[in-house]
């Protein structure tokens, strides 16, 4: 039979436009925290990361922000291209001591031509 | 510089059967993560392991599951009687040393199908 999941929260933008996807962390006591993306087919591939002492980390046409407060967190994707159509996991590390993560959802991000 | 390897790429196993998934860390790494996937599902925690122990196991069910890490060869998901229900992608991923906040690098994973 089919198996039933929960459908992926969706994001559609157009190419060269600018995307925000979001997510809510769930321990405030979380102190390191990563988005992955994640292509049909393959692994989850790592993007950037950010520390619970930074409020914002920049990287090539990506940035992270954090909100401790609210416990958000949020990639912003500059200048979309049709390579960056993926699912987009944020992960929480938990665990001082090791690199056990704990995975949001995901956001599936389909870029418009 | 490979990254982290694993095979088979996909595995078909009969309800009762065993499936048996490998993992090859990235050169130097010496510590494991296995993670379970589900369609359209985030990944979920299995097991930590490093060279000749188990170290965080709190999301490996109780049964028919297990896992090592030898001090030789690749880390080893093994899943006894499989059913329907273990049909999923399993990732595992690796690290070089604990708790420095190193991102986890993954493989591209096992696509297990139980018929």
């Known amino acids: 039979g089919e198996s039933v999941g929960l459908h992926l929260p969706t994001l559609s933008v157009q190419e060269g436009d600018n995307s925000i996807i979001n997510c809510a962390y769930s321990n405030s006591a979380s102190d390191y925290f990563i988005w992955y993306k994640q292509e049909s087919g393959k692994g989850p591939q790592f993007i950037i990361d950010?520390?619970?002492?930074?409020d914002k980390r920049q990287g090539q046409r990506v940035t992270v922000l954090l909100n401790k407060t609210v416990k958000h967190l949020s990639l912003q994707i500059a200048a979309t291209q049709p390579g960056d159509s993926a699912v987009y996991f944020c992960?929480?590390?938990?665990?001082?001591?090791?690199?056990?993560?704990?995975f949001g959802t995901g956001t599936r991000l389909t870029i418009i031509p | 510089n490979a990254g982290v390897m694993q095979n088979p790429r996909h595995l078909v196993r009969r309800r009762g059967q065993e499936a048996r998934l490998r993992c090859s860390p990235m050169k130097g790494h010496s510590h494991v993560y296995w993670y379970r996937q589900l369609p359209e599902e985030g990944l979920k925690f299995m097991v930590y392991l490093q060279k000749e122990n188990i170290i965080d196991e709190s999301g490996m069910p109780k049964e028919r599951f297990s896992a090592e890490f030898p001090k030789e060869g690749p880390s080893i998901l093994r899943i006894q009687q499989v059913v329907r229900g273990d049909s999923a992608a399993y990732f595992c991923a690796s690290s070089p040393l604990a708790g420095d906040n190193s991102p986890l690098h993954f493989g591209n994973g096992t696509r297990l199908t139980v018929t």
């Open positions: 950010i520390r619970s002492n930074m």
């Open positions: 992960a929480e590390n938990i665990n001082f001591g090791n690199e056990k993560l704990t």
